[in-house]
């Protein structure tokens, strides 16, 4: 049998050595030294070509890929903006009190994304919104890169004049050279701890979009620049000092290999705790929780469920100094390579908890199972949202949390201008 099935491109040996040993040590595969396995960890791009229509290939019962056919609609930047955007729309419409806004218009439950347009596309409307806070600063993104690549930061309009610009309309005019960018309002007030920026890395599996049941791995990491921070309008072009992806840490002067600028999720919540109290920690905490799993029913409705997919995303969460969290992006494809010794442990643990919940018992693949792994095989994941669990307490439990009123596992928190704040708990 098959429990992956493609070719893949491995992008390092560590990557490769960590996922067949966990193949071997249930008795998988048995590694050959040519390309001839029956199993593969699938690419992105290999998933695309098993489920396009022209290859006509079909997956046979024993066969469980690690992607959904569609994740790009939560994992291409443009496209999970846009989800976002028009989830938040459909609540309103609803009447949903999820949808409530402030006086200022601006959303109090769903104000989770920086203030993100489309480019080209978009510009006018860009331009618009920079008019009205000419000294902000910006950051530009390639839609679907990674690790960091042809990211800048702008702080006038004419930085990106050098894209193409039609003088006579003064409007944004698209090269067919030129790939589509996402540019967003900068978090220039990051928490810093040690003078430095960072953000979360965290493990998000889901092994079903309808009903949506996903979990949260316990053992995500903080990633630090190497450059203490500055918003200074003349360290702009240091990626040193704006950017935590390793892949450019890594090079730079201070970059420390033992550590690798790495910190869990434990000892920052420790370090929260020590400074800012346990109440604020744990408002904190539901709120990235509450980030995801609204993330995650964005764009459940437009997500290809097929029954032999699961997935586990890489999200990137920044917390600014007011301790509000901000979702930055959402990786199909979060790195598996290990910096640092640590780093192999959390990661081989990773894929061997995530298989755990994937694969019945850890036997043979089966896409009709339930997907309801009991709680002993979760391993260092816990179920963060389960759609079949909420429902079936009746429709007034989730109507009840949603306005705030319900408290669930971790109890109800308050705000600070006394309204209570939603939990993802149901």
């Not at 996402?182 to 493990?203: A, E, Q």
């Not at 100094?321 to 979702?327: A, E, I, R, V």
């Not at 669990?389 to 007034?396: E, I, K, L, R, T």
Request: aromatic content about 12%; glycine content about 6%; some cysteine.
């Amino acid at each position: 049998f098959r429990i992956m099935a493609g070719k893949v491109k491995w992008v390092t040996d560590i990557e490769k050595s960590v996922l067949i040993n966990n193949f071997e040590k249930r008795g998988w595969i048995q590694v050959a030294e040519n390309e001839d396995w029956n199993f593969y960890w699938m690419s992105v791009q290999t998933i695309r070509n098993v489920f396009s229509v022209e290859t006509g290939y079909r997956l046979s019962d024993d066969q469980i890929v690690n992607h959904f056919p569609n994740h790009y609609e939560l994992t291409r930047k443009d496209l999970m903006v846009k989800n976002i955007k028009r989830y938040r729309k459909e609540l309103e419409k609803e009447g949903s009190p999820l949808a409530e806004k402030d006086e200022n218009g601006k959303y109090i439950y769903l104000d989770f994304v920086p203030v993100t347009f489309m480019l080209p596309a978009a510009y006018n409307l860009f331009v618009e919104e920079f008019r009205k806070n000419p000294s902000s600063t910006w950051i530009m993104k390639p839609c679907g890169k990674a690790q960091g690549k042809g990211i800048f930061l702008i702080n006038k309009l004419s930085q990106i004049k050098k894209w193409s610009r039609d003088s006579k309309t003064s409007s944004f005019v698209s090269q067919s050279s030129k790939e589509a960018y996402v540019i967003s309002l900068y978090i220039n007030n990051p928490l810093l701890i040690g003078g430095k920026k960072f953000d979360l890395r965290l493990y998000v599996l889901v092994s079903t979009y309808r009903p949506l049941r996903c979990y949260m791995y316990k053992l995500g990491f903080c990633r630090f620049c190497t450059v203490k921070y500055t918003p200074s309008t003349s360290e702009l072009d240091n990626m040193f000092v704006h950017l935590t992806n390793v892949a450019i840490q890594k090079h730079g002067d201070d970059y420390n290999h033992i550590h690798g600028g790495k910190w869990t999720v434990s000892n920052l919540r420790l370090y929260l705790e020590s400074t800012r109290g346990k109440e604020v920690t744990n408002k904190l905490f539901d709120e990235i929780h509450w980030i995801i799993v609204q993330s995650l029913k964005a764009v459940a409705p437009v997500m290809n469920n097929d029954k032999h997919c699961f997935e586990c995303y890489g999200y990137d969460i920044i917390i600014d100094d007011k301790l509000k969290p901000w979702l930055i992006e959402v990786n199909a494809s979060p790195s598996l390579t290990s910096s640092t010794a640590n780093d192999r442990i959390l990661k081989y643990n990773l894929i061997n908890d995530t298989l755990n919940i994937a694969v019945p018992n850890g036997e043979i693949p089966d896409c009709k199972w339930n997907k309801s792994p009991p709680k002993e095989v979760l391993g260092n994941y816990e179920v963060l949202y389960d759609e079949e669990m909420a429902q079936s307490d009746g429709p007034d439990r989730d109507l009840r949390s949603r306005s705030g009123q319900f408290t669930g596992v971790k109890g109800n928190r308050v705000r600070d201008s006394g309204k209570p704040v939603l939990t993802t708990w149901k």
